[in-house]
């Protein structure tokens, strides 16, 4: 049974449904509020931005779906891995993509609590405007950036992680949080961005893998999120920080800033495509800190996070 | 007579000097750090941070002068200027560049004080390792960015801008204003970054100027920051401010970093090649921040600034 472009965004908005009455309950008093927007070019989002309230500070859980003719870059990438129509681009003959996700980044207010982001997003483009043999993928991934890194809340949420995977692939843990490990690097301060989690990108079928398989896989990355995430909001709400953990907090979240405005595609792809600047960048925080050449104490539990922001640690 | 390189750094470094003890003097209290670092592949730099003053909250006026093969993608880019030798980038013919600036970001604690950016440089490069018809360009300029705008002020920054400019060139004004309005652009947010100032690049030679007419122009705008820029501390260091003005700071540095780690090309180019990280990130604010889709209140101080953050305002 194909599985169509209707059929995933409509999953989404349920995801989002019930990702944001999970986040409110964790909360207690915030609720989200809503902006639904529309994009000139074909289709649009719903927007939902949580804020000031007991545990979050800031965060959106954010769904759209968006269609029209593919922009050029899109349809060079496909070049060599489908055979593209030759008079592709030319005028009439356009493709028309189509894109669909869930992107959700939470700030926390208590140091204690990780900063999270999640994206689930599946992607499609037939190789002519007459439809024909095209591409489609599946992409996303969670990862966290706890601005104190507890080694008993990262090996629980890589193992959430890890079960997700198991489910439907022994492989993918290991390759997809490689892949995070990758990706979440801030080259500059040769630092990763948190402890990484799962990334992947451009899943279809495989030797092993159905369509529907990594469809299915997808889908459960969604589901895994809140209930990890909530989990970790439970276990950190209630400790008490000082105004020295919220000036780490606040430098840590200047580095989510740096990484998000310097390295992340989607954020560039969202900037430089014209997208809705206000969504794109709901991932920033209220608030962020730059010290010059800021050096944690010996031995403190700020130097201890500094020390393990490093790519490949096995957290399980 | 020739202008050496060692003659230009010698001269930036006594900049350096002069505009540190006038802003040591602006702010009564804070003095300036000194971070002395050398640059592996050849040359280094003076860094020198203020912070926690009566007036800065955190600047930095920082010198270097580095050297050593110049990389790909710069050569590449005097294919069109220069005639280059053919065997250039080749093993043992890779140009040697030079390249000696002064940059200031100065963030001040009173949102009624303005933000300010200077930065004047220098680079040079031979046509091939024996030297021969090389480049040599001068570069730089002043922009403000007011959290409020002050119209006063604003006529003030730029008459003062001016002067320095129809003392050697009358078109310079007016070319170099442009420039800083298109270059100091928020694209994403269709904003300017403030109210503009001066902005230039590769000036050598031209039918009416001299280099050494473009260069005692370029000595003139360095000269041209430290009593400008105290000017406008002295006119609005003692205004109180309320918490929402410090708010309204906030977002205007949040909009700061945005434009630094999106568009700014030597940020990119110093974190892409690998620069002193600390030196280039000194230009970030010690707070920032994000409100999802923030609207000021009509007819608020806060609207009037929003409004003239556009290109192509005659502010004298």
Redesign the interface.
């Known amino acids: 049974m194909e599985i169509s472009r209707d059929t995933i965004s409509a999953w989404l908005k349920e995801l989002q449904d019930s990702i944001c009455s999970q986040l409110e309950k964790a909360d207690g008093i915030a609720k989200f509020e809503e902006?639904n927007w529309t994009r000139p070019e074909g289709g649009g989002g719903r927007t939902r931005?949580i804020?000031n309230g007991e545990v979050i500070e800031?965060g959106?859980v954010l769904f759209s779906a968006v269609h029209g003719d593919a922009p050029a870059f899109l349809f060079k990438e496909q070049e060599h891995s489908v055979s593209l129509d030759k008079d592709l681009g030319k005028a009439g003959n356009v493709p028309q993509f189509f894109a669909t996700g869930v992107s959700i980044v939470i700030h926390p207010r208590n140091p204690w609590v990780p900063i999270i982001h999640m994206n689930i997003r599946y992607f499609e483009m037939p190789a002519s405007k007459n439809g024909g043999a095209g591409v489609r993928w599946l992409g996303g991934g969670i990862d966290l950036t706890p601005h104190y890194v507890n080694e008993t809340d990262t090996k629980f949420f890589h193992s959430e992680l890890k079960k997700t995977c198991d489910q439907f692939n022994p492989d993918y843990y290991t390759k997809f949080k490689k892949w995070a490990d990758d990706y979440f690097f801030i080259?500059?301060?040769k630092e990763t961005r948190g402890i990484g989690g799962i990334f992947f990108d451009r899943l279809n079928e495989s030797k092993e893998m159905s369509f529907q398989q990594n469809f299915n896989f997808w889908k459960e990355v969604g589901k895994t999120f809140a209930p990890t995430y909530c989990e970790l909001i439970n276990r950190n709400k209630n400790k008490s920080f000082t105004p020295e953990n919220q000036q780490w907090q606040?430098l840590r979240r200047?580095r989510y800033?740096?990484f998000n405005?310097?390295y992340d595609k989607g954020t560039k792809f969202g900037?430089e495509t014209?997208g809705r600047?206000?969504s794109?960048?709901?991932s920033?925080?209220?608030?962020?800190?730059?010290?010059?050449?800021f050096k944690p104490q010996e031995n403190s539990e700020e130097e201890k996070t500094l020390s393990m922001l490093k790519k490949g640690i096995n957290w399980i």
Chains 1, 2 share one sequence.
């Open positions: 902006d931005i804020r800031k959106g080259s500059h301060r606040l200047g800033v740096e405005l310097v900037l014209n600047v206000e794109i960048l709901m920033l925080p209220k608030t962020a800190g730059w010290e010059y050449d």
